[in-house]
């Protein structure tokens, strides 16, 4: 059984930037894929970013995203990070970070275990 805790959300400006972390209980934590994934007011949950587990040396990211936000992960720390840069207002939404034995990264369904979610608002 793996816990996620997200934190680090907040209200920004358009243009700044946040680091979401979410820390994990366990000891088998790099055994897991890490994903992150939000979900903005009347539109559905989708995916963001992901990282392989281990040493994380495989990332994924959503196009709408990419090249802005940076996934990453530190085993010691049960902890993987989604830092978030250039921020626009669509970005505005609940983050959450999820885990997973292997399987397709973007797919919502191949998650096992969930946080509660933090909330990124970005005013424009």
């Known amino acids: 059984q793996v816990q996620l805790v997200e934190s680090g959300g907040g209200l920004v400006q358009a243009g700044g930037s946040l680091r979401l972390s979410c820390a994990a209980s366990?000891?088998?934590?790099?055994?897991?894929?890490m994903g992150w994934f939000r979900q903005a007011p009347g539109k559905e949950r989708e995916f963001v970013a992901a990282?392989?587990?281990?040493?994380?040396?495989?990332?994924h990211y959503a196009d709408s995203v990419k090249g802005r936000f940076t996934i990453s992960r530190d085993n010691a720390k049960n902890t993987v990070y989604l830092q978030m840069s250039s921020l626009k207002p669509e970005d505005t939404a609940v983050y959450y970070c999820?885990?997973?034995?292997?399987?397709?990264?973007?797919?919502?369904?191949?998650?096992?275990?969930w946080g509660q979610g933090t909330q990124v608002t970005v005013s424009s």
């Open positions: 366990g000891r088998t934590f790099g055994l897991y894929d």
């Open positions: 999820a885990g997973a034995r292997g399987g397709l990264y973007s797919s919502q369904g191949n998650y096992d275990y």
């Open positions: 990282i392989s587990s281990w040493s994380g040396g495989t990332t």
